[in-house]
């Protein structure tokens, strides 16, 4: 089992940053943030293979958050810059031990362990 637990989450205004984390019990494949918003479809945004560093991310947010990890604290970091209101959703972290080879994980059934969620606010 895998116990992950988020912070920083927030409100935050259009144009602006907001930085989340996730640290995770024990040791994972690949770790990835994923978002829900009222009556929609949890996404897959960004992901990383933890042993090798491959990382993938939605098109919706590309260039704009950056996936990043610090495997000494099995922390898992998602900076977002240049925040649009559309961004708004419950963000959660994931973990897998599932080997995938160089492959990242992307979506939600390829994901074992979840945290509880952080939600994100960004108003206009």
């Known amino acids: 089992q895998v116990q992950l637990v988020e912070s920083g989450g927030g409100s935050v205004q259009a144009g602006g940053s907001l930085r989340l984390s996730c640290t995770a019990s024990?040791?994972?494949?690949?770790m990835g943030w994923f978002r829900q918003a009222p009556g929609k479809e949890r996404e897959g945004i960004a992901a990383?293979?933890?042993?090798?560093?491959?990382?993938y991310y939605g098109d919706s947010v590309k260039g704009r958050f950056t996936i990043s990890q610090d495997n000494a604290k099995r922390t898992l970091y998602l900076q977002m810059n240049s925040l649009k209101p559309e961004d708004t959703a419950m963000y959660y972290c994931?973990?897998?031990?599932?080997?995938?080879?160089?492959?990242?994980?992307?979506?939600?059934?390829?994901?074992?362990?979840w945290g509880q969620g952080t939600q994100v606010t960004v108003s206009s």
């Open positions: 994931a973990a897998s031990r599932q080997f995938y080879g160089s492959y990242v994980p992307r979506r939600a059934y390829e994901y074992n362990y």
């Open positions: 024990g040791y994972t494949y690949a």
């Open positions: 990383i293979y933890t042993a090798g560093g491959n990382t």
